[in-house]
């Protein structure tokens, strides 16, 4: 049974920086993608950014080029930089082995303008 832990959010002005982490525990192929998704109230849970066990990464048009996301074996991490109030969301953290999908409990991010 694999659990991912999520930390790291909380309320930061427009602008500024959060750091998100999540780690994986139990057993997990070794070829894997983790990634962060969000999901802000009365919407629709989104991709925000993957990255594989390889390294190739994907991110939405909507943080592109203002966020960073980084990972070793079982953690994940996600830089975002010049927060928009627009990211307020829960974030969840996912880890993906062929298509068999984990999720983190979520951790609330929350922008002030």
């Known amino acids: 049974q694999v659990q991912l832990v999520e930390s790291g959010g909380g309320l930061v002005e427009a602008g500024g920086s959060l750091r998100l982490s999540c780690t994986a525990s139990?057993?997990?192929?070794?070829?894997?993608?983790m990634g962060w998704y969000r999901q802000a109230p009365g919407k629709q849970r989104e991709l925000v950014a993957t990255i594989t066990s390889g390294g190739e990464t994907q991110y939405a048009d909507s943080v592109k080029g203002r966020s960073a996301i980084s990972r070793d074996k079982k953690t994940v991490y996600l830089q975002m930089n010049s927060l928009k109030p627009e990211d307020t969301s829960v974030y969840y953290c996912n880890l993906d082995q062929q298509s068999i999908m984990s999720w983190g409990q979520g951790t609330q991010v929350t922008v002030s303008s």
């Open positions: 139990g057993i997990f192929l070794r070829l894997n993608t």
